[in-house]
Nanobody, 126 residues
Framework: RVPLVESGGGSVQTGGSLRLSCAAP????????MGWFRQAPGKEREGVAA????????YYADFVEGRFTISQDNAKNMVYLQMNSLKPEDTAMYYC???????????????????WGQGTQVTVSS
């Protein structure tokens, strides 16, 4: 089990910003890839952003359109998702996830991830 704890969700108006944080247990073989996912009511869980803990360019879903930034602080064992220019359609439960390995072409697929946090709610009002 890999304990992941998200925080930073909340309610904002359209155009607002939020920064989500994910506390991970450390850079272990089980957390080589970290991702942020979201799930809105009645919809499937979808990938938002992902990053390899060893470094390299991050990966983003097309709908991000440059509004979000995933980052990590390995010294603090934290992964972040800075979300700017939020839209009502960004409203969802956001989850942090970890995977021992995920191929670059699959890093935004929830099925690739073994460990999940409890989620943090993001609500964007118009």
């Amino acid at each position: 089990r890999v304990p992941l704890v998200e925080s930073g969700g909340g309610s904002v108006q359209t155009g607002g910003s939020l920064r989500l944080s994910c506390a991970a247990p450390g850079n272990t073989s089980r957390t080589n890839c970290m991702g942020w996912f979201r799930q809105a009511p009645g919809k499937e869980r979808e990938g938002v952003a992902a990053i390899y803990t060893a470094g390299g360019d991050p990966y983003y879903a097309d709908f991000v359109e440059g509004r979000f930034t995933i980052s990590q602080d390995n010294a603090k064992n934290m992964v972040y998702l800075q979300m700017n220019s939020l839209k009502p359609e960004d409203t969802a439960m956001y989850y942090c996830a970890a995977a021992p390995f995920a191929a670059p072409s699959l890093v935004l697929y929830p099925e690739e991830y073994n460990y999940w946090g409890q989620g943090t709610q993001v609500t964007v009002s118009s």
